[in-house]
T-cell receptor, first 110, second 115 residues
Framework: NAGVTQTPKFQVLKTGQSMTLQCAQD?????MYWYRQDPGMGLRLIYY???????DKGEVPNGYNVSRLNKREFSLRLESAAPSQTSVYFC?????????FGQGTRLTVV | AQSVSQHNHHVILSEAASLELGCNYS??????LFWYVQYPGQHLQLLLK??????LVKGIKGFEAEFIKSKFSFNLRKPSVQWSDTAEYFC?????????????FGSGTRLSIRP
């Protein structure tokens, strides 16, 4: 039982490049989240998906897009990376109870 | 607006000292409350949670938290901290009446324990 799996764990991008962060959960949860974590700012919600086929903007959605491909998978796309998007990204899922987190992706944009 | 406030950004304690981390929330309706811990270089893990019933909740590693509804608070406590408690602690809230309720996190409190 893997829980929430994120890939990749580390990534370095050049400004303007694009990439997709992948997230999959095997707990049959309806809700999935993407957060970014920056020093002193806690966890900020980028996008949220309450169920397959639905997505909602969170606190900091600009520069990101998401796809809820099916119940298991929720991907985050950076179309044109900027240095301000250097951060640690966490995917999470939940169903009524607490959220379960992936291991995180450390992204550096140079 | 839904929000969680953690007023202590960085707490420094000596081993064996008692700990209390503050958490206040703003959220309409019945809530679930959580404390998560993030050890250096790791992801967030659940420390304890409150859904209903006894407002004093016990979690792992000797932590406990008390839900005071009238104060919209859910403070985390530990009678005697250890060096291994060095971590960042996050308070979180979501609505209890919907499985699709978003979980809102506070900005976190960094706890440093001097050996």
């Amino acid at each position: 039982n893997a829980g929430v799996t994120q890939t990749p764990k580390f990534q370095v991008l050049k400004t303007g490049q694009s990439m997709t962060l992948q997230c999959a959960q095997d707990m049959n949860h309806n809700s999935m989240y993407w957060y970014r974590q920056d020093p002193g700012m806690g966890l900020r919600l980028i996008y949220y998906s309450a169920s397959e086929g639905t997505t909602d903007k969170g606190e900091v959605p600009n520069g990101y897009n998401v796809s809820r491909l099916n119940k298991r998978e929720f991907s985050l796309r950076l179309e044109s990376a900027a240095p301000s998007q250097t951060s640690v990204y966490f995917c999470a899922s939940s169903e009524w109870t607490e959220a379960f987190f992936g291991q995180g992706t450390r992204l550096t944009v140079v | 607006a839904q929000s969680v406030s953690q007023h202590n950004h960085h707490v420094i304690l000596s081993e064996a000292a008692s700990l209390e981390l503050g958490c206040n929330y703003s959220y309409g309706g019945t809530v679930n409350l959580f404390w998560y811990v993030q050890y250096p270089g790791q992801h967030l893990q659940l420390l304890l949670k409150y859904f209903s019933g006894d407002p004093l909740v016990k979690g792992i590693k000797g932590f406990e938290a008390e839900f005071i509804k009238s104060k919209f608070s859910f403070n985390l406590r530990k009678p005697s901290v250890q060096w291994s408690d060095t971590a960042e602690y996050f308070c979180a809230v979501n609505g209890a009446l919907s499985s699709a309720s978003k979980i809102i996190f506070g900005s976190g409190t960094r706890l440093s324990i001097r050996p």
